[in-house]
């Protein structure tokens, strides 16, 4: 690596380091190299409850142990197993264009990432993917990886009984290798796993599965930079990203994707179409198939693991966008839609699937096929424009399935509450169950700056009705490029109607983190209440805000209710006695209890005078 | 008015003035004095539409022809007809005591509010609700004013069609009077209006009426002064609050809710509990009816239009939540439930609900009874102490109606989504469609200092179920009292979630600012589009922390996608061209553009080739 580089590498400044009373643990699988990451979050030991494991998205990292280096990317976790499957070829590659970057000069030009890797891809006549293998019935260290990762908490949670309704998902008590592999066969679930992007760590997107959260990023003609990118990924999977979109449409596009690539511990997406634009100078028009093909070739040897493809906006469908109160919002859909005008003929997308097929095979790039039509309004949801694009995007998921592409498909975008499930129902019957990944919904328009809230609503439902992986929307939607700050916000909105989501589906164990925090809660365990939190620093700024003493962190009350108001140190005393009573809280409780009580108010009032310890009492206002 | 009083009064400082673009209007009634205040918003004049007109809840405060006194109190609206009814006199009422407010000493006391009114009560053997009228068949001017206010924008929405599912409740396509009156007689809505509180425009809460929004406010003995909890009114009117809480529990308490009531133009409610709580000390066992009644009394005589009060929490139900996670989590709850260890006897509150209702009728003060036994965690949500309670609820409503008292149902708390209809749906059926009133529901535990969203996921679908109104919650839920900021993040939160809840009901012109809005989007009308949002200030922030100049404001893009990917912009294009080919866009229009299309390709491109104004391009990044 030179100085320049090493400088370069420098400029780039990312968020390290273990979340509050965090640790990293890992679980061996059986395979070699199997070794699945997790969070162990300790908690006080008045709790005298063992840490609780949650799932990690961060990678190295939040490891204190491990030395980031931006310039030289994160470890080729995946190289060994795709190495030894056999099936692949390392290549020259195609070379970097000035044209993959926007024929950008010398002043503006990104230092770019210097320990490019050679690129790999399927020997003649393999197909590499996770469903080919799938199909072959063979469990590769990928599915071994995620079905680890996915049976977070279920042994415990197996003595509970099931709670939720998970409108026909089929959530087992316990995930096995040979369920994700069966899931995967059957295309209800998928693996973005480039063989050229080995540093990701395998993660699954499937009804069947918890629901993931997707983050956008990437910069725009008129905003942002490489290092503001990479530092926005890092920060993204920190707060549960499960996914990262690289949606850059600017120059350096080609070198600001590298260094997300190589850094990523996540799948990473994106648009291809985006980048084929650029290269023909932003008009639509001049888009051909030689130039979208040249871009994938150029994005599959970089790693990415999931393409955005507008395949389903097909000529005759344009015409039904037209008394739209918002048109086609999509940008993907729009270029399409104007190039289709403007040659009058089918996309390209349409036309040359098949081909799209053999390269996605031949890298394991999964299809993440864009609802270029989809509403982007209240008033078009729905509608005839958006349901014509989703039977196509059905039927172009029967051809990928033919030649063993993993298939996701995107939904929409701004729908009212009451025409959600209508959206998941649609899609489960047209695109045989493959995995719906939704932007959303909206559920109003009329909350610009809040969008993320407007969408969580939406989020939080679709996610209980089946979607897989939610597209997480921040404040900044509809008026700007999202900061990190955004970014944030956008992710704990995102995490939280995922999470809803896994609670109301009746995942087993999805509630013990839940569970944990509300005692952390009503036992006034502080700091445990926070560390459990998808957000602890947040939590625990807003309660230093009022109550800013440590000695008000042991506080049996809190500045919402004060000591003498506070309903939780009540319920204390209430427990109490209800427990020396020894009646038992069965069906019957309430006759029994009404009969056995009497005696003990006497008791209750000499034993509980004063509830309220000296050393908490906060200073007088 | 002394000096001492004017200096007070300039000490509370409220934000007042017009909303962006906006202008006060009114709606005269046939009744004397029936004039009922709307909000229009103005538009550019390239939009050619109307202004759109919205329903306000801020009161003179956003009128600028208005100079508002803090302390003189608002204008008393209602006055005037609560005496032509003449079924009403005025009295000394009861005098304030030192106790009312804590026995505040000199150094510690607020200032007082001087221009005290005199009150009112029924005359003997009259009851003095709208409840009460409503069965006599009398359309009151609170009636008429409510049925102007609901009536927005119906008359324009008439023509189109109606969409949403409202599961039973029976929203009319225009509201009249009649209509209004005989909501209140069957109980399934309420316009709370004490007598003594004139300043308030009336406002209705019933299912099938707009979703309401409530505001919590008020000190604690750990924080917080009069001059703040005034400004946070006002504050919390101006972003749409239609009631306001004081939920104060410190010293004071007494002074400051008479400026609270003097100032609002939305009824005010509290939970009197909290009050004769501290007048005994904070010792919930030395709680007497005689206490109690007391401070029902001086409340009333101050204004408040409802009263939580937790009657529902009877003593056998109270062993049913020793073995939750989180026990009782209502002050009140836990107050009452203490109080009936103690003494081993159901509460006085349950006791004596007959004398309750004879007070609250003598002032036509409205029920909230309280779920005292909601539960605070997932883990106890719809459980067996919560439904027990609800069914008690169900049986005091027939009691407070049979006393012409108008009631609400209060309702939980932490809710999983799949349980969150069950709730709605008991509670219609135990407390024969008595309007709902529920907290959220949070729908997972997991995110102190993100619960405004964890709840208004809760709250959206829960007011499409049918809740009347929406207790909305802040970022500082568990954590801390809400200051400004977190006020109005709460709730533009729940605005959200109502009109979500208005929208998927099918309100018939609900959608009609989602129309505008999304208008002005597709138009790039970028300061309609502010203007028309329910935040206009932080939609125009985050617009302008990316493309700052105002030249940008006209621009035909924004910084989420740049000048070249605007997909609003192309969509223009393709509306253009597909209009200009003249189909028609039915059911055949798929089959019919594909006929007859071809020819126009070439038309297109000669005409399309750049669609970027010179004047909009950004600076070069």
């Not at 199909?135 to 590769?140: D, E, L, P, S, W």
């Not at 059905?394 to 975008?413: F, R």
């Not at 919904?441 to 996610?463: F, K, Q, R, V």
């Not at 569970?515 to 947040?538: C, G, I, V």
Request: with cysteine; hydrophobic share 40%.
């Amino acid at each position: 690596m030179s100085a320049t580089d090493s400088k370069a590498a420098t400029d780039i400044a990312v968020t390290t380091g273990a979340l509050p009373a965090s640790r990293k643990v890992w679980v061996d699988g059986a395979q070699d190299g199997v070794r699945v990451p997790f969070r162990e979050i300790d908690l006080h030991p008045t709790a005298e409850e063992p840490p609780l494991r949650v799932y990690d998205t961060s990678g190295p990292y939040t490891d204190p142990e491990v030395r980031i280096d931006i310039a030289a990317g994160l470890p080729r976790l995946r190289e060994g197993w795709i190495a030894a499957r056999g099936d692949t070829e390392s290549y020259a590659g195609r070379p970097v264009l000035p044209v993959d970057n926007g024929n950008v000069g010398d002043s503006h030009a990104a230092p770019v990432f210097a320990a490019c890797p050679t690129p790999r891809r399927a020997k003649p006549g393999r197909r590499v993917s996770q469903l080919a293998y799938a199909r072959a019935g063979i469990v590769t260290p990928e599915m071994e990886f995620v079905a680890i990762r996915e049976n977070l908490g279920r042994a415990e949670a197996a003595a509970k009984a099931r709670d939720g309704e998970a409108f026909g998902a089929e959530i087992p008590d316990q995930v096995t290798s040979e369920f994700v592999r069966d899931e995967i066969a059957r295309g209800r679930a998928i693996i973005p796993a480039n063989i050229n992007h080995p540093e990701a760590e395998p993660m699954i997107i499937g009804r069947n599965f918890l629901v993931k959260v997707n983050a956008n990023i990437g910069n725009s003609a008129v905003t942002s930079s490489v290092a503001e990118e990479v530092d926005k990924m890092v920060w993204a999977i920190r707060w549960g990203a499960d996914t990262v979109m690289d949606l850059s449409t600017g120059r350096n596009i080609h070198t600001t994707r590298e260094w997300i690539l190589r850094n990523s511990p996540v799948p990473i997406g994106t648009v291809p179409i985006y980048q084929a634009l650029e290269k023909v100078g932003g008009i639509a028009e001049e888009l051909t198939w030689e130039v979208y093909r040249d871009t994938l070739i150029e994005q599959a040897e970089q790693g990415v693991d999931y393409f955005t493809i507008h395949a389903g906006v097909r000529l005759p469908y344009i015409p039904l966008t037209a008394e739209r109160v918002t048109g086609i919002v999509s940008r993907g859909g729009s270029i399409m839609a104007k190039w289709c005008l403007a040659h009058h003929r089918e996309s390209f997308l349409y036309t040359r699937f098949a081909e799209i097929c053999e390269i996605m095979a031949a890298y394991d790039i999964s299809f993440s096929l864009g609802d270029g039509l989809r509403p982007g309004s209240i008033a078009d949801a729905n509608d005839a424009a958006q349901f014509a694009e989703l039977e196509t995007l059905g039927e172009l998921t029967k051809v990928a399935w033919d030649q063993d592409v993993q298939v996701m498909i995107e939904g929409p975008g701004h729908v009212p509450m009451h025409k959600i499930k209508a959206n998941m129902d649609k899609q489960l019957a047209t695109c045989g169950e493959a995995p719906f990944y939704t932007l959303g919904p909206l559920t109003t328009d009329i909350a610009p700056g809040y969008d993320h809230i407007t969408s969580a609503i939406g989020a939080g439902m679709i996610g209980w009705f089946g979607t897989a992986m939610l597209c997480y929307v921040t404040p900044k939607e509809h008026l700007g490029l999202p900061d990190r700050n955004d970014v944030k916000t956008g992710m704990v909105a995102y995490k939280i109607a995922a999470h809803a989501a896994d609670l109301a589906k009746g995942h087993p164990a999805a509630q013990a983190r839940d569970d944990a925090l509300s005692r952390a809660r009503f036992e006034f365990r502080w700091e445990d209440q926070f560390n459990l939190s998808l957000d602890p620093e947040t939590a625990r700024d807003f309660h230093d805000r009022t109550l800013p003493k440590e000695a008000h962190k042991v506080a049996h009350f809190c500045s919402m209710c004060g000591p003498k108001f506070c309903s939780m140190q009540i319920s204390h005393e209430v427990r109490a006695h209800a427990r020396s009573n020894s009646a038992p809280f069965g069906e019957q409780a309430v006759a029994e209890a009404e009969q056995g009580m009497a005696e003990k108010a006497a008791e209750f009032r000499a034993g509980g005078g004063e509830i309220y310890t000296e050393v908490d009492k906060p200073a007088a206002e």
